[in-house]
């Protein structure tokens, strides 16, 4: 298992890879470029989305722990580059400064349900760390200077992942079965699947299947971004087939 980010660490690394994402679209010989890894967008596209997002969620933050959906916001990337780069570094400011005000523990409205991540201030900036890192290598490939994910992004990324888009209440169609990915860092997690759906916890005995790879090839795996490139497996391979194709309802 892992033991996640604190809180000052994940405002850190917003603010990282965010200046990441704004440093591989500066340096873009056009915003018109087609994104390989997102294929309907266009490098600008993608920097709409990164701003404009970031918006969306600093005012979902600022709204409350009584927030029933999530924030509705306005807003129009200048296509200029000097004013792009400013536009998106303040839309990083203002996530930061509400993720800031609103502290950790405070409730939040989010996107998942039946899932193992807390519906906190906490599990937001946790999740956008991932977005931004993700979205960060998307714009890096588009100008042809693709990067691993940092390893304290993608270790952790691994865990937010597990517990935020595995891990449901939902029953599992197939036979039971465990599943264990191991990090070539260290860290390992173990998922069990059954009717009462997905948990994630510690690694405890044998596995039905188990997959062994870098934190970077497994987020960017997790997201459709890349095929890992040493992947070990062992065991099932049916049960990953069956994860990848199961939409829990």
């Known amino acids: 298992m892992h033991n996640a980010l604190g809180f000052p ?6 603010d990282e890879r965010s200046t990441a994402f704004r440093h591989a679209v500066s340096s873009a010989p056009s915003l018109d470029a087609q994104v390989p890894t997102c294929p309907d967008w266009t490098l600008y596209d993608l920097a709409q989305h990164i701003g404009g997002g970031r918006r969306v969620w600093a ?3 600022a709204a409350g722990p009584d927030a ?3 924030a509705k916001v306005t807003a ?6 000097e004013a792009l780069d400013a536009w998106l570094a303040e839309s990083t400011r203002q996530l930061l400064d509400a993720l800031r005000e609103a502290g950790p523990d405070r409730g939040c409205w989010v996107g998942w349900v039946n899932s193992q991540s807390p519906r906190t201030c906490g599990a937001v900036a ?10 960060t290598y998307d714009a890096q490939v588009t100008v042809g200077d693709p990067q691993p994910l940092p390893e304290e992004v993608a270790v952790d990324g691994v865990d937010e992942f597990l517990h935020t888009c595995v891990a449901t209440t939902y029953a599992w169609p197939h036979e039971p079965a465990t599943l264990q990915y191991h990090l070539t860092e260290g860290p390992s997690w173990s998922i069990r699947f059954d009717a009462d759906g997905a948990r994630i916890g510690p690694v405890d005995g044998e596995a039905d299947t188990s997959a062994t790879t870098s934190a970077s090839d497994f987020v960017l795996w997790f997201y459709g971004r890349a095929e890992p490139g ?3 497996l062992d065991g099932d391979p049916r049960v990953i087939d069956r994860l990848i194709a199961w939409e829990p309802a």
């Open 9 to 14: 660490d994940l405002l850190r690394l917003i």
């Open 59 to 61: 005012a979902t933050v």
């Open 68 to 70: 029933t959906a999530k």
């Open 76 to 81: 129009t990337a200048p296509r200029e580059r």
């Open 126 to 135: 946790r999740h956008q760390v991932q977005e931004l890192a993700v979205h």
């Open 230 to 232: 040493e992947l070990k």
